[in-house]
């Protein structure tokens, strides 16, 4: 077995990695860390959990220890999560060297985030939307750092490449030194047909060719051999019960578990329906300022939550040792999406449980993600018809019921429906129950 002194890695970040108790290179660290030390480009696909971040942190750090100057990598990432909790992993394993280090992602101060970049922090760890603005407002004096960078990360590489962020990313690329001038690496658990397309693009004159590191079998990238997965079929109209009677099972009462889901909206239907039912729950979505997202994620990690809510922004590269159940509330249209939410257990060698709710709707779906990770579900047994009935129909209807009516109350979602009436010219209509709760205020404020 290789080391990381006999493929590269220099003492100090050796030394950075066994205090983090790392000792011995992943498979897919042996292969792309002397890659990049040999100047390639990189294609590296894993599967989750397998040390993708270490594999492009680790020759960055030791490339960068050898000369420090200005802005010397670029790490760009889907979530504000996952930004994040790369930067963690860049800070710890570089604090002995006084690594300089800057976050720019979306729902934190600008003015801050343009001040770090400009006084040239070793490497940027960003969300391709928030980049882009800073490109587009910042001026000169706070992205001339980046003209000049020496590596370029796009980690999750094929949720960036998607037709989602291909503006955003363009406008970063526009900055940033041609491909002759940088090395450019690409990381993911799911290598798409855009991704490795990437691999037969012209290398320049001198460069060494890409470098591919691929796991073949699509059922080894996909599902963790000690993953149990399994899937509940009910009707649509009832899957709150379904959901708290089973957190609430003997065999799972105590269970950490992550409950996906597809929208915002359900998400907080959810997370306060099962907070009236006395579960230790939080959320994470899209809507949630970001101090709050930061925060319900380390409620999560310490244990003070064991129930975390959440949409895809969960879903890709985060790290969460002690899951030990991943529940698919909705089940996503795209198969890979299924593979990176079942990805969140069963991590570093633990064994995991994934749970579908799959509903008449749903049946295709389920069809094309069986396909995809070659391999059928078992039934979950545990749940019956009658148990539900008995157990939690009547009384998650109530806490539903009450969930609705305070969100609607608060004025849920009412920011994200100004702003896209905003985006399409249309005047927004103020929300009654809002608008009368202001005026409540007011007239107790001047009374008072």
Not at 89 to 111: C, K, P, T
Not at 203 to 222: C, L, M, T
């Given at each position: 077995?290789?080391?990381?002194?006999?493929?590269?890695?220099?003492?100090w970040?050796?030394e950075a990695?066994n205090a983090m108790?790392?000792?011995?290179?992943?498979?897919?660290?042996?292969?792309?860390i002397?890659?990049?030390?040999s100047?390639h480009?990189?294609?590296?696909?894993?599967?989750?959990g397998s040390?993708?971040t270490?594999?492009?942190?680790?020759?960055?750090l030791?490339k960068?220890?050898?000369?420090?100057?200005?802005?010397f990598?670029l790490?760009?990432t889907p979530?504000?999560?996952?930004?994040l909790?790369?930067?963690?992993?860049?800070?710890?394993?570089?604090?002995?060297m006084?690594?300089?280090?800057?976050?720019?992602v979306?729902?934190?101060?600008?003015?801050?985030?343009?001040?770090q970049l400009?006084?040239?922090?070793?490497?940027?760890?960003?969300t391709?939307?928030?980049?882009?603005?800073h490109?587009?407002?910042s001026?000169?004096?706070?992205i001339?750092?980046?003209r000049?960078?020496?590596?370029?990360?796009?980690?999750?590489?094929?949720?960036?490449l998607?037709?989602?962020?291909?503006?955003?990313?363009?406008r970063?690329?526009d900055?940033?030194?041609?491909?002759?001038?940088?090395?450019?690496?690409?990381?993911?658990?799911?290598?798409?047909?855009?991704?490795?397309?990437?691999?037969?693009?012209?290398?320049?004159?001198?460069?060494?060719?890409?470098f591919?590191?691929?796991?073949?079998?699509?059922?080894?990238?996909?599902?963790?051999?000690?993953?149990?997965?399994?899937y509940?079929?009910?009707?649509s109209y009832?899957?709150?019960?379904?959901?708290f009677?089973?957190?609430?099972l003997?065999e799972n009462?105590d269970?950490?578990?992550?409950?996906?889901?597809?929208?915002?909206?359900?998400?907080?239907v959810l997370?306060?329906?099962l907070?009236?039912?006395e579960?230790?729950?939080?959320?994470?979505?899209?809507?949630?300022?970001q101090?709050?997202?930061?925060?319900?994620?380390?409620?999560?990690?310490?244990g003070?939550?064991?129930?975390?809510?959440?949409?895809?922004?969960?879903?890709?590269?985060?790290?969460?040792?002690?899951?030990?159940?991943?529940?698919?509330?909705?089940?996503?249209a795209?198969?890979?999406?299924?593979?990176?939410?079942v990805?969140?257990?069963?991590r570093?060698?633990?064994s995991?449980?994934?749970?579908?709710?799959?509903?008449?709707?749903?049946?295709?779906?389920?069809?094309s993600?069986?396909e995809?990770?070659?391999?059928?579900?078992?039934?979950?047994?545990?749940?019956?018809d009658?148990?539900?009935?008995?157990?939690?129909?009547k009384?998650?209807?109530?806490?539903?019921r009450?969930?609705?009516?305070?969100?609607e109350k608060?004025?849920?979602?009412?920011?994200?429906?100004?702003?896209k009436?905003?985006?399409?010219?249309?005047?927004?209509?103020?929300n009654?129950?809002?608008?009368k709760?202001?005026?409540v205020?007011?007239?107790?404020k001047?009374?008072?």
């Amino acid at each position: 077995m290789s080391s990381f002194k006999e493929i590269g890695v220099s003492k100090w970040l050796i030394e950075a990695l066994n205090a983090m108790k790392i000792y011995d290179p992943t498979d897919i660290q042996k292969a792309c860390i002397p890659a990049i030390l040999s100047g390639h480009d990189c294609i590296g696909g894993a599967k989750t959990g397998s040390g993708k971040t270490i594999a492009f942190a680790a020759p960055m750090l030791t490339k960068w220890s050898e000369d420090p100057m200005g802005i010397f990598g670029l790490v760009l990432t889907p979530t504000r999560e996952l930004a994040l909790q790369i930067a963690e992993q860049f800070a710890a394993l570089g604090a002995s060297m006084n690594i300089r280090i800057a976050v720019v992602v979306g729902g934190e101060d600008m003015m801050k985030q343009a001040i770090q970049l400009q006084n040239r922090p070793h490497f940027v760890i960003a969300t391709p939307g928030r980049l882009a603005d800073h490109i587009m407002h910042s001026g000169e004096e706070t992205i001339s750092g980046l003209r000049r960078v020496k590596y370029l990360v796009l980690d999750e590489a094929d949720r960036l490449l998607s037709n989602s962020f291909g503006k955003d990313l363009g406008r970063c690329f526009d900055v940033l030194p041609s491909s002759d001038q940088r090395q450019t690496l690409l990381f993911t658990a799911t290598v798409t047909d855009s991704v490795r397309a990437l691999k037969d693009k012209p290398v320049p004159e001198g460069k060494p060719p890409v470098f591919i590191h691929e796991i073949d079998s699509v059922d080894k990238i996909a599902i963790p051999a000690k993953l149990d997965i399994s899937y509940l079929f009910l009707p649509s109209y009832v899957k709150e019960a379904y959901l708290f009677s089973l957190l609430t099972l003997e065999e799972n009462k105590d269970k950490t578990a992550i409950v996906f889901v597809n929208r915002t909206h359900t998400a907080e239907v959810l997370r306060r329906t099962l907070m009236n039912l006395e579960i230790r729950v939080t959320s994470l979505h899209s809507e949630m300022p970001q101090s709050e997202r930061t925060n319900a994620l380390h409620r999560f990690k310490a244990g003070a939550a064991r129930v975390l809510i959440a949409t895809d922004v969960a879903s890709r590269g985060l790290d969460i040792p002690t899951v030990q159940m991943v529940l698919n509330y909705d089940i996503p249209a795209d198969a890979d999406d299924f593979v990176h939410r079942v990805g969140r257990t069963a991590r570093a060698g633990r064994s995991g449980e994934a749970v579908s709710f799959v509903t008449e709707k749903d049946v295709e779906r389920i069809l094309s993600i069986e396909e995809r990770i070659n391999k059928k579900m078992d039934k979950y047994e545990q749940i019956t018809d009658n148990l539900v009935i008995k157990s939690s129909l009547k009384e998650t209807s109530i806490a539903k019921r009450e969930a609705l009516m305070a969100m609607e109350k608060d004025g849920f979602g009412e920011k994200k429906r100004i702003n896209k009436m905003k985006r399409e010219g249309e005047k927004p209509a103020v929300n009654k129950v809002t608008k009368k709760t202001k005026k409540v205020k007011k007239v107790k404020k001047s009374s008072d």
